[in-house]
C-alpha cells in the first residue's frame, strides 16, 4: 500500500505539517513544508471552496472537496478536525487513484477521529487493538527532552486496559522509533533487541512503532503495536499510526495546555485569596438567580462576618446594604452601565457590621455567556485611602494657610516663566492685586505697571540666571515698599525645578524682608561687645574676689591689735602721739576693709551681714521716692509695725531690692491700682523652717509686696529668678531684677518666696534677719572653756587675747589635726567651739561634726571670708545650728556672737537652739491676692 496523502492545516488553511506521500506527489521533498496554502499546494481553481469545506468541518459535519490534479488525475479532499487538542487544527486526506484508502481503514479512521474526552488515549488503544487484532497496544508520554525514559497513558493487552508503567527506551524497539521517527520488525523482534525484557512479558514476535512528534519536532511520546504473530495490514496500520502519531500529538499539547491552565488558575485563585480585598465571581443566570463561582474570605475583613455571610447567601440584597445616597446611583446607574461588558470602577459606602459606612471601591467587568452573566469583580476598602485623602486635604490647606502666613513673599512660575501661585504677600509688594497677573510674565507685567518695569525686568533677568545655573541663586536686593517712604532691604532666593528628563518644570521665588534683622544683628553686635566688656570685668572680679578674700584675714588681724592697744595707750608716756599713731593704723585698717567689701561687691560676692539697717528711717525716706517710681495711677500704702526692728543687710541693698519691687509691680498694673509693702517680725519654729530653706529656726523679718497686677503663670514663675529671663515682649528689660532681689536676700541669708496667679496679682515675701543685739550679759560663771581653732598665726593670737581678756579659758589650735587632739583631751567640758571654715588639712566642719558625737549641747561658730552661699557652690554645708562669722570683723562684733552663743548654751538650747513657734497669719491658708 502507498504512502497516505495527508496534511495538517490550521483555520486559514495554511500548511502546518505535510505527509511524505503528499510531499512527494507534490514534488516537495526538499522544499518547505509549511507558511504555504494548502489551496496553492494544490492548485485549486477555487481557493474559497477550501475556507467552506473547513467551516463545515469544524462544526461536526462532513467535509469534502473534490478538485482535480495539475496532470488530470481527479481527486477528493476529505478533512477532519483535531477540535479535541483545542487548537483548531484540521487533518486533510486526500483520496485518488493514487493512495486511495480502501474502505476499512477509512472506517477506522472516522471512528479513531471521532474519539474525544479525557479517556482519549484509552480509547484510542482500544480501537487500534480491535481494528488490527492486535495483543499489545501502547501510547506513551516521554518523561524527557530526550525520551530516554517513557511512561505509558494508556496499555491494553488482549483487549483490555491494564495498568501504566515506566521503562527505559535504550536498546528497545521503542528506542529505535523515536529516533528515526517510525520502526518496523515484521518478526523476531525479541531476537533483535535481545536487552527488552518487556517484550518477553509482552510475547511479542513483531513490532509496529510511530514516535509521537510536536510541530517543533520534539518527541512527545510513541505509539506502538506488539503482536504474538507477524503483522497483518501492515500498509493500513502504519498509514493509521501516523495519523494517530499526529491526534496523539494535538491531544498531547492539549493535556498541557490544560494542565498549564489548571496550575495558572490555581495559583490566579492563590493569588487572590491573599489579595487585601474581595476577590468574587458571580454568575446572574438567565432565570435571574444568583450563584457565587469563587470568593476569597476578603468580604469579611470588609464588612464583618455577619454581613458578609448575608451577602453570601444572598447576593441580591446587595444594595440594601449600601449608603442612602449611594443606592440610587448603585442601581438606576451603575448596574446597567455594568452589563454593557466593558471594565467599570466606582466609589461607594457599604455598611458594617459595626453600624458605620466604609467607603469601597468596586473594580471589574462583566461577560456574557450561554448561562448568563459573569461578573469578575475585585472591591477594595477605601477607608484608609480616604483617610489619607482627608490628611492630604487638611494638609493642603494647612500648608496654604501656612503660604499665606509667612511674611515673605512666595510665588511659583511656570516652565516658561508666567505667574501660577502667589501669596498675599507676594500680591502686596508686587504691586498684583488691581492687575491680572495670572499667566503673566514679568516684561507682560513691566508694561502694564511702569514704576516698577525696571524692577520686573530685573527680576526676570535673574529668573534666567537661576535657570542657566540649574542651582538656587540667592542675592540682595532694594525694593520699594508700599506706604513706606524708603526702600526695605530684602534677600531673593529663587529656586528652579526640572523634570526628569532635565527640561524645565518651573521656577519658586522667596522675598524676604531682613530690614528688621539687619538692624536687630546691628543692636547684637552692640550687645555682644557689651557682654564681652562685662565677661572681662567678671574675670577682674574674680581675681578681686581672692585677693580680697585674703586681705580680710590681715585686716582683721590689724584692726583688733589697734583696738586692743589704744586702751594700753593710756598708761604710756605721751599717749596723744601714740593714740595718734594707732588712731591712723586704725583708719587705714578701716579704710582697708572698706576696700576689701568693695573688691568683694565687684566680684559679686558681697559678705553677709556686713552692714545694717533701721527699718522706719529707711522706709520713710523711701515712701516719697517709691511714689514717684510709681506714678500717679498707682497708690503705694505702707504698713510697716511699730516695733524697731534692725535688720542685717546693707541700706543700699535692702533700698535697690524694694526699688525693682516696687518696679515689678508698677509694669504689672497699666491700668493703675494699688502696692501694699507690709513689714512685721515672725518667729519661725523648726518645722516652719523645714519648710522654707534655707531659712533657720528664730526671730526674722519678713517684707511682703504685693500687687493686683495681671500675676503669672506656673510656667513663668518657674524662670522668675533665671537671670536675663524677663516678662517684657519689647526686649527693653533683660530680666535682672529680681535674680538682683534675691541675690540680695541669699546673701544675708534670708530667701524670696512669690505666689501668682494669673489675673490675681503677685505677692512678694520677703525673709530678712535681724541684726544681732550688742547688749549682751556678762559672761557665764562659771568660766566657760572655749576650742579656738584658726590656721592664721596672727588671727590666732588676735582672737585668744581678745577672749582671754574677757576671761574666758581658751585652748588653741592651728589645723584640724591638733583640734581633735583637744576634743579627745576636754571635748566633754567644752562650751563653744569656734573654728575658721578652711584649714590647712580639712575643714571647721569636720570639726564641728566630731565635737557632736562628743558633747552634742556645744555651741559652734565658724568663721570665713566668704558668704554660705559661696561655700555651698564649693561644696561645704554648714552643720545644724552652727552660727557663720564672717571676716573681716571687729573685736567687739566677735565677743557679742560668743556672748550670744555661750548664753544660748547656758539656757540649755546648745548647738541645736530652742525657739517658740508664732503663728504666721498667712501660713495656714494662701487668700486670693
Not at 469563587?294 to 470588609?302: E, P
Not at 602721739?577 to 572698706?594: D, F, P, Q, T
Not at 513689714?679 to 523645714?690: K, P
Request: contains cysteine; proline residues 5%; glycine residues 8%.
Amino acid at each position: 500500500m502507498s504512502e497516505p496523502l495527508t496534511a495538517r492545516i490550521d483555520r486559514q488553511g495554511a500548511v502546518t505539517e505535510l505527509s511524505p506521500g503528499l510531499a512527494a506527489r507534490l514534488g516537495l521533498d526538499d522544499g518547505p513544508l509549511n507558511a504555504t496554502g494548502l489551496a496553492s499546494l494544490l492548485q485549486l481553481p477555487e481557493p474559497e471552496g477550501l475556507a467552506i469545506a473547513v467551516y463545515d468541518a469544524d462544526r461536526g459535519s462532513q467535509s469534502s472537496l473534490r478538485f482535480t490534479w495539475p496532470d488530470g488525475m481527479p481527486a477528493q479532499l476529505r478533512l477532519f478536525p483535531l477540535a479535541s487538542a483545542g487548537d483548531g487544527d484540521f487533518l486533510a486526506w486526500i483520496e485518488g487513484a493514487e493512495g486511495s484508502p480502501d474502505k476499512d481503514l477509512l472506517a477506522i479512521l472516522e471512528r479513531i477521529m471521532g474519539i474525544s474526552g479525557d479517556d482519549f488515549f484509552c480509547a484510542l488503544a482500544l480501537e487500534l487493538a480491535a481494528s488490527f487484532q492486535i495483543l499489545n497496544v501502547v501510547v506513551g508520554r516521554a518523561l524527557d527532552p530526550d525520551a530516554t525514559r517513557i511512561r505509558t497513558v494508556a496499555f491494553v493487552r488482549d483487549g483490555e486496559v491494564v495498568d501504566n508503567l515506566e521503562y527505559e527506551t535504550a536498546n528497545t524497539p521503542c528506542g529505535t522509533s523515536i529516533r528515526d521517527g517510525f520502526y518496523f520488525c515484521p518478526e523476531e523482534v525479541q531476537q533483535a533487541f535481545p536487552e527488552d525484557l518487556d517484550l518477553g512479558l509482552m510475547d511479542a514476535h513483531s513490532y509496529l512503532g510511530y514516535a509521537v512528534k510536536g510541530p517543533d519536532g520534539k518527541t512527545l511520546g510513541q505509539i506502538c503495536l506488539l503482536h504474538d504473530e507477524p503483522l497483518s495490514q501492515v500498509g493500513t496500520a502504519k498509514a493509521v499510526l501516523s495519523l494517530c502519531a499526529s491526534r496523539a500529538a494535538a491531544e498531547f499539547r492539549r493535556e498541557e495546555e490544560l494542565n498549564l491552565r489548571h496550575q495558572l488558575l490555581s495559583r490566579v485563585q492563590d493569588y487572590a485569596r491573599n489579595i487585601p480585598g474581595w476577590v468574587y465571581s458571580l454568575l446572574r443566570k438567565n432565570d435571574g438567580t444568583f450563584r457565587y463561582l469563587f470568593s476569597n474570605q476578603g468580604a469579611h475583613s470588609l464588612f464583618g462576618p455577619k454581613t458578609a455571610e448575608r451577602l453570601l447567601q444572598d447576593p441580591a440584597s446587595y444594595s440594601s446594604f449600601l449608603h442612602p445616597q449611594d443606592r440610587e446611583h448603585y442601581v438606576n446607574v451603575f448596574i446597567p452601565q455594568r452589563e454593557d461588558g466593558e471594565p467599570y470602577e466606582w466609589d461607594y459606602r457599604v455598611r458594617h457590621d459595626d453600624g458605620g459606612y466604609r467607603w469601597m471601591r468596586s473594580i471589574g467587568q462583566t461577560r456574557q455567556e450561554e448561562r448568563g452573566l459573569v461578573i469578575h469583580g475585585l472591591l477594595l476598602d477605601l477607608e484608609k485611602q480616604k483617610e489619607l485623602e482627608h490628611q492630604r486635604n487638611e494638609l493642603t490647606q494647612q500648608l496654604t494657610h501656612l503660604v499665606e502666613a509667612v511674611p515673605d513673599a512666595i510665588m511659583l512660575k511656570d516652565s516658561e516663566g508666567r505667574l501660577r501661585i502667589v501669596n498675599q504677600q507676594g500680591m502686596t509688594l508686587m504691586r498684583l492685586h488691581q492687575l491680572r497677573w495670572q499667566g503673566r510674565t514679568y516684561q507682560e507685567l513691566a508694561e502694564m505697571v511702569p514704576e516698577l518695569k525696571a524692577d520686573y525686568l530685573e527680576g526676570a533677568r535673574q529668573d534666567q540666571n537661576a535657570w542657566n545655573r540649574r542651582a538656587q541663586l540667592t542675592y540682595t536686593e532694594l525694593l520699594p515698599v508700599p506706604g513706606v517712604d524708603r526702600a526695605h532691604t530684602f534677600i531673593v532666593s529663587k529656586i528652579p525645578l526640572f523634570e526628569e528628563d532635565g527640561s524645565h518644570l518651573g521656577l519658586v521665588t522667596v522675598i524676604r524682608d531682613v530690614t528688621e534683622s539687619l538692624d536687630a544683628d546691628r543692636r547684637r553686635r552692640s550687645l555682644e561687645a557689651q557682654a564681652h566688656r562685662v565677661s572681662k570685668l567678671e574675670t577682674v572680679g574674680r581675681m578681686a574676689e581672692a585677693v580680697a578674700h585674703k586681705f580680710e584675714n590681715l585686716l582683721t588681724a590689724v584692726i583688733g591689735y589697734s583696738d586692743l592697744l589704744l586702751p594700753l595707750a593710756q598708761e604710756l608716756p605721751q599717749p596723744q602721739r601714740l593714740e595718734s599713731g594707732l588712731g591712723k593704723i586704725h583708719s587705714a585698717a578701716h579704710r582697708a576693709s572698706e576696700l576689701a567689701r568693695d573688691l568683694l561687691a565687684f566680684g559679686l560676692r558681697r559678705p553677709d551681714g556686713v552692714g545694717s539697717v533701721e527699718i522706719h528711717p529707711l522706709m520713710a525716706e523711701l515712701e516719697a521716692v517709691l511714689g514717684a517710681l510709681a506714678g500717679s495711677e498707682i497708690k503705694i500704702r505702707l504698713d510697716i509695725e511699730e516695733q524697731d526692728s534692725e535688720l542685717a543687710i546693707r541700706r543700699e541693698d535692702l533700698a535697690d531690692t524694694l526699688l525693682h519691687l516696687v518696679t515689678n509691680a508698677r509694669d504689672a498694673m497699666p491700668a493703675g491700682g494699688v502696692i501694699k509693702i507690709r513689714g512685721h517680725q515672725l518667729r519661725l519654729s523648726e518645722e516652719q523652717a523645714q519648710r522654707r530653706p534655707p531659712l533657720k529656726p528664730g526671730n526674722w523679718y519678713r517684707l511682703d509686696v504685693v500687687d493686683q497686677g495681671v500675676g503669672m503663670d506656673k510656667r513663668v514663675l518657674e524662670k522668675i529668678f533665671d537671670p536675663y529671663y524677663s516678662t517684657h515682649a519689647d526686649g527693653q528689660r533683660q530680666g535682672l531684677g529680681l535674680a538682683l532681689v534675691q541675690g540680695h536676700a541669699t546673701r544675708v541669708g534670708g530667701s524670696v518666696e512669690i505666689e501668682s496667679q494669673l489675673g490675681q496679682g503677685t505677692r512678694v515675701r520677703l525673709w530678712l534677719p535681724l541684726a544681732i543685739q550688742k547688749e549682751h550679759t556678762s559672761k557665764a560663771s562659771p568660766t566657760p572653756t572655749i576650742l579656738l581653732v584658726e590656721d592664721e598665726p596672727l588671727l590666732l593670737d588676735l582672737a585668744r587675747r581678745t577672749l582671754e581678756a574677757c576671761g574666758y579659758q581658751v585652748h588653741c589650735a592651728a589645723d584640724l589635726a591638733e583640734g581633735r587632739r583637744h576634743l579627745d583631751e576636754f571635748g566633754a567640758s567644752l562650751d563653744l567651739l569656734i573654728a575658721d571654715v578652711l584649714l590647712p588639712d580639712g575643714t571647721g566642719v569636720e570639726l564641728a561634726e566630731a565635737l557632736r558625737g562628743v558633747n552634742p549641747s556645744t555651741s559652734v561658730l565658724l568663721a570665713s571670708g566668704l558668704p554660705q552661699d559661696v561655700l555651698a557652690a564649693q561644696g561645704v554645708t554648714l552643720p545644724a545650728g552652727a552660727e557663720l562669722l564672717l571676716k573681716p570683723y571687729r573685736p567687739t562684733q566677735f565677743l557679742a556672737i560668743v556672748a550670744e552663743l555661750l548664753n544660748r548654751g547656758q539656757a540649755g538650747l546648745g548647738a541645736q537652739g530652742a525657739y517658740t513657734s508664732v503663728s504666721d497669719p498667712d501660713e495656714s491658708s494662701h487668700q486670693s491676692l
